[in-house]
């Protein structure tokens, strides 16, 4: 049995202090049972009492102005998704409503929101962004080696690109719907349909008269030569692209847009556009007089075009 002084060698045995309750102990364990509650609800306790979210309209990039009436730019907006109405490479088009509760104030939208560079499938981008500039070099650099963050910036890039474009043509009245707002990749546009959430149709689903299909290829020129004013074409233009409601017709999906004097490969591109698009007309008895030749002209002309510019189409 050891003696007393060999007790000494051993350290006194530490006691267990209790910890002074602090001020806000009480509030944080109110917080832990509520957010736990919260979660086994599959409630969010910040989210509004309807729908999926608060409105974003604060802190996004807005529209050009004056904006439609129907736009809806109050707070206490509430956002509910209401279905998918398209899924794409780069992007998914979503229907939503932005309503204020308890007011009749609401207007259906659709948002487009881009993938991320993990999910995006662009694989032939490089041609649209020749003559596209950012502030630094190193992001150009990035983009152009196809690095993580390079990705990411492409993908804000085509929603950027969108947006710009968009505003830009719709103050000057061209045929593209109205550009609500844009937060970060998500771009919230008019939604061009019925008021019940029943899209327009696209030009490739209809089966005009010749009367109807003169008025369409006719309204199709001007919205083109409205993008040709700007220096601007479509840059993947199709009968897929183009929506007609109620007998207007409206030019979609614009984040390749090609700006056809900066970039290298525009006249290409502006060529490519009037060909496939035009062939389509063509094949269902567009007289050829009024054909994509003479589109073609009009359009190199509004770019102030030399007449004997030559493409990979001719």
Not at 163 to 184: E, I
Not at 223 to 236: K, S, V
Request: net charge negative.
């Amino acid at each position: 049995m050891p003696d007393a002084e060999s007790y000494a060698d051993f350290p006194e045995p530490r006691r267990n202090r209790r910890r002074r309750p602090r001020f806000d102990d009480e509030e944080q364990r109110h917080d832990e049972q509520r957010r736990s509650l919260d979660e086994r609800a599959g409630t969010d306790p910040d989210g509004p009492p309807s729908g999926d979210r608060w409105s974003t309209w604060d802190g996004a990039a807005h529209g050009p102005q004056p904006r439609p009436s129907w736009v809806v730019t109050e707070h206490a907006a509430v956002d509910t998704e209401l279905g998918v109405l398209k899924t794409g490479k780069e992007a998914d088009v979503h229907l939503i409503e932005r309503a204020v509760p308890g007011s009749g104030r609401r207007a259906l939208m659709a948002a487009k929101r881009y993938r991320g560079a993990e999910h995006r499938m662009f694989h032939r981008d490089a041609g649209y962004l020749e003559g596209r500039r950012v502030r630094r070099s190193r992001e150009t650099r990035a983009m152009a080696r196809r690095t993580a963050f390079g990705r990411e910036l492409l993908s804000g890039q085509w929603a950027d690109a969108e947006f710009s474009a968009l505003s830009r043509l719709w103050a000057d009245g061209v045929a593209v719907p109205y550009p609500v707002q844009l937060a970060g990749t998500e771009l919230l546009l008019e939604f061009v349909g019925t008021p019940d959430g029943t899209a327009a149709p696209r030009l490739a689903q209809l089966r005009p008269g010749p009367d109807e299909l003169c008025d369409l290829w006719h309204q199709l020129g001007a919205a083109l030569r409205g993008l040709a004013r700007h220096g601007m074409t479509h840059g993947d233009l199709s009968a897929y692209n183009v929506l007609v409601a109620g007998g207007r017709l409206v030019l979609i999906d614009l984040p390749q847009v090609v700006d056809v004097v900066g970039n290298p490969q525009g006249p290409e591109y502006l060529a490519r556009d009037v060909r496939r698009i035009g062939e389509w007309f063509t094949a269902r008895g567009l007289p050829s007089d009024e054909g994509p030749a003479v589109l073609l002209a009009d359009l190199r002309a509004e770019l102030g075009m030399p007449e004997h510019t030559q493409t990979s189409d001719q």
